[in-house]
């Protein structure tokens, strides 16, 4: 791909067709960004490093081709090169006077997604510390950017909750949410995602039954926006009908795990270890019912589909057999 006199054109429908606020950017910044988010990320990086090494190192773009080559290494998941390419665009950035804040505010989300990425307590400090210093420049400067608000406070709650500070994370999931809702009522997937952060926390506090409402919330949005996407879809049946076990629930979770069984069995080939999944909730439901003999039977067609498609040696095969074993020497049934 490369940058032409239409390029101004391919600009103007780039940003319109992905609602990004990018205006101010060079064609050739555009065009590497647009390889990026087609997917097309060794070229978008060979497309940068060319800009790069083509620069004369005062290219007003030049703190962009850094910031983006960072954004293509992390999401090929090479953070330490990314944040070596964050660091140099910041340490540039931080010079140019009047300093580029919505710039700045970027730089310093994305090292904070880095550190959050490293998944350790350490990280989780200093990545708390980029993301409260992004969301003080948004809010200082662009206060009325509510969509970039919400995704740093979003993950400030992921920071906290990767913490197991659960208070803190709710307060910022709880905020974030409020904002979606209110000023970006169109963007589905933000607010499910929000949901579930909310759900997720209630859930580890075994808030049970407020968990359920913020999973339902989810689940409603999704059926009726996304009918087809059945990986989300069943992933919200499946949590809510856990969270229905946990609190004794056992036929209301039965409603939930059946339903997410009959959509995997729609959408999914018939050995497909998630049905093996469904199949072992439900044996799991059934016993809880008092209800062996249906327990057995499910719990013995989950693990003809664990036999398939699971090594021999993995962990769920083996629960299925033992519970197998143990139904059966409890109804004193002799197994083939």
């Known amino acids: 791909m490369n940058a032409s006199n239409d390029g101004q054109i391919i600009k103007e429908k780039y940003i319109k067709d ?65 944040r070596k390419y964050y660091d140099r665009a910041h340490e540039r950035i931080i ?24 998944g350790n307590q350490r990280k989780y ?12 420049i948004r809010e200082k400067f662009h206060p009325f950017a509510y969509a970039g608000i919400a995704t740093v406070l979003n993950n400030i ?53 407020e968990a359920i409402e913020f999973q339902e919330r989810a689940l409603m949005i999704r059926e009726h926006n996304y009918p087809s996407d059945y990986v989300n879809i069943t992933y919200n049946l499946s949590n809510i009908a856990d969270m229905q076990r946990w609190r004794d629930e056992h036929e209301l979770s039965l409603i939930y795990e059946q339903n997410c069984f009959l959509m995997r069995l729609k959408a999914l080939p018939p050995d497909h270890e998630e049905i093996g999944h469904s199949l072992s909730n439900m044996g799991q439901i059934y016993e809880n019912l008092q209800k062996p003999i ?43």
């Open 18 to 82: 992905s609602r990004r606020q990018m205006e101010d950017l060079s064609i050739n910044i555009l065009f590497g960004r647009l390889m990026c988010d087609m997917g097309q990320w060794d070229q978008s990086q060979h497309f940068f490093e060319r800009l790069l090494n083509n620069s004369n190192g005062y290219n007003e773009d030049l703190a962009q081709v850094e910031y983006s080559l960072g954004e293509v290494l992390q999401w090929k998941g090479e953070w330490n090169e990314a």
């Open 95 to 118: 010079n140019v006077k009047p300093t580029p804040m919505t710039d700045l505010a970027n730089i310093l989300f994305n090292i904070g997604e880095i550190l959050c990425l490293e």
């Open 125 to 136: 400090d200093e990545a708390l510390d980029f993301y409260q210093r992004s969301l003080a």
């Open 157 to 209: 709650g992921l920071a906290a909750y990767g913490q197991r500070k659960h208070d803190e994370a709710l307060n910022f999931y709880q905020r974030a949410l409020t904002i979606r809702e209110k000023f970006d009522a169109h963007n589905h997937p933000n607010i499910v995602d929000s949901l579930i952060n909310i759900a997720n926390v209630l859930r580890d506090q075994e808030k049970f039954n």
């Open 294 to 336: 249906l327990a057995l039977d499910y719990y013995q067609r989950a693990l003809a589909i664990y036999t398939i498609c699971l090594p021999s040696s993995h962990y769920n095969l083996r629960i299925m057999q033992l519970n197998i074993e143990r139904l059966s020497e409890e109804l004193e049934i002799e197994l083939d």
